[in-house]
């Protein structure tokens, strides 16, 4: 199975990132290309949507660690959004899924104005989405 990175610009300073596939050794410099690219551009929220994430190793949870590190530096944060099954899982196991989840009205949740889309997580604002297969 193939991953892939899409995301769009949200609010000001904030990127909305959908992960497809899987998330692993081979496939976490994707990811992490991504994450280099967006805080270049000042993006400082990120919220990581995960409905179509199949698996999710180690190293995948080591760069939603890093991201949400690089994002707290900078007064931002990295959340996730839409986890289920294994991957879910591992985001509880680790303890990251209470962590890291997504909560619009939490203090670290990044509650905004913008309408919710299908997975809760705020629709763009900006252009539309990019792409890295």
């Not at 899409?6 to 994450?35: F, H, I, K, M, N």
């Not at 879910?88 to 939490?106: F, H, K, M």
């Amino acid at each position: 199975m193939t991953f892939t990175v899409t995301y769009d610009p949200w609010l000001t300073d904030g990127v909305r990132l959908r992960l497809t596939g899987e998330l692993d050794l081979s496939t976490v410099p994707q990811l992490d290309a991504v994450l280099d690219d967006v805080a270049a551009r000042g993006r400082r929220r990120l919220v990581v949507d995960l409905t179509d994430l199949v698996f999710c190793d180690s190293t995948g949870i080591a760069a939603f660690v890093r991201g949400d590190n690089r994002a707290a530096a900078d007064g931002g944060w990295l959340r996730v959004t839409g986890a289920t099954g294994r991957v879910e899982r591992v985001l509880q196991v680790t303890g990251l899924w209470d962590l890291l989840r997504y909560a619009p009205e939490s203090p670290g949740g990044g509650s905004s104005t913008a309408p919710a889309g299908p997975t809760g997580v705020p629709e763009p604002v900006d252009p539309p989405s990019r792409s890295v297969p």
